[in-house]
């Protein structure tokens, strides 16, 4: 028994913390299919996406009995728009992303794709319909080829090789030492978190799913790479409904719509100039960024000048 619990207990903390982090979601599906809270209903059918229209009405979900994390959120997202979750730490915004995933089953409400409450679907469908891009990229162990193919595992090696040239990342596989067959991961090249970014845009171009769902990089890329890794993410999430984790302001000011969350609830909607004019938490979020922006620019300035 003691034998036993050991691993199980390890791999239970393990599945904890990708979960809590997002890590990586749909490779933990694959890694953990026997680990399945989640069923299909009997007689589930499978999710056919046309449109992409996501709904979310009145959603109340809690992880544990005490505290609600979610409190009758609603909101909907049109086919092909973009919307963006911000607010702080905690506020429950990697949580819509992972029921959208059903990760977890909701407490009360609906979460509709193209008319279809996603509970009524088989969840192998659903997770075909929905790209994900995590903010940390897991990478196997195995070629380039392969880790890319992970979005489509049936693609061809031209499709691949497409996809790599649709996130700017095959010019750079190019240098690798054995080019697309140079082993990656732990063992073997390790890949920046630039280049881990773009492995998951060419992932997702290769998925080609109606909806993407996009937890946007806290770690720091210098201002450069972050440029050209947002012109491959606009050219990812172009016609196709997003819903976008943002950290950064500066990604937000063009989307459809803003959502700010605060302890689980809606607290303030609209598009950024109407959330500037409200002058609330997200004005508030909007100048804190401005300010910290012109002390490391000032601070950079120190540098370059002693
Ligand atoms: P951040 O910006 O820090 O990623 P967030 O807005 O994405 O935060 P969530 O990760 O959605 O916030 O968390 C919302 C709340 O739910 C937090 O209070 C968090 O502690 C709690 N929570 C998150 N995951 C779990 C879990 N697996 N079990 C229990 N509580 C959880």
Not at 20 to 43: S, T, V
Not at 161 to 189: C, M, S, W
Not at 267 to 272: D, L, P, S, W, Y
Request: charged share 25%; proline share 3%; hydrophobic share 40%.
């Amino acid at each position: 028994i003691v034998q036993l619990y050991v691993p199980l207990n390890w791999f239970g903390t393990y599945y904890r913390s990708i979960q809590k982090n997002f890590i990586d979601m749909e490779n933990m599906f694959d890694l953990l299919k026997e680990d399945q809270d989640i069923i299909d209903a009997p007689g589930a059918g499978p999710l056919v996406v046309k449109k992409g229209a996501v709904e979310f009405n009145n959603v109340t979900f809690n992880y544990v009995p005490e505290r609600l994390v979610l409190k009758n959120i609603t909101f909907s997202v049109p086919p092909g728009k973009t919307v963006a979750l911000v607010g702080p730490s905690g506020s429950g915004k990697s949580t819509i992303i992972r029921l959208l995933f059903r990760f977890y089953d909701i407490e009360t409400g609906s979460i509709i794709i193209d008319g279809h409450n996603i509970k009524t679907v088989t969840q192998e469908s659903l997770r075909r319909a929905v790209g994900v891009v995590p903010q940390d990229t897991v990478l196997f162990n195995n070629t380039i080829m392969y880790n890319i193919k992970y979005g489509r595992l049936t693609a061809t090696d031209a499709d691949a090789i497409d996809a790599a040239k649709g996130a700017d990342i095959h010019d750079r596989i190019l240098t690798f030492p054995n080019q697309y067959d140079t082993q990656v991961g732990e063992r073997g090249l390790r890949l920046s978190g630039g280049e881990k970014q773009r492995v998951a845009i060419a992932r997702t171009l290769l998925k080609a799913p109606a909806i993407i769902l996009l937890d946007e990089a806290t770690s720091a890329l210098d201002t450069q790479t972050e440029r050209n890794i947002q012109d491959s993410l606009n050219k990812m999430c172009a016609n196709r409904t997003t819903i976008i984790v943002a950290h950064r302001l500066s990604t937000v000011i063009h989307v459809d719509e803003i959502l700010v969350l605060k302890d689980g609830e809606i607290v303030e909607r609209g598009k950024h100039e109407n959330l500037i004019g409200q002058e609330g938490i997200y004005a508030n979020m909007w100048k804190q960024q401005l300010d910290s922006k012109e002390t490391s620019a000032e601070n950079s300035l120190e540098h370059s000048t002693t």
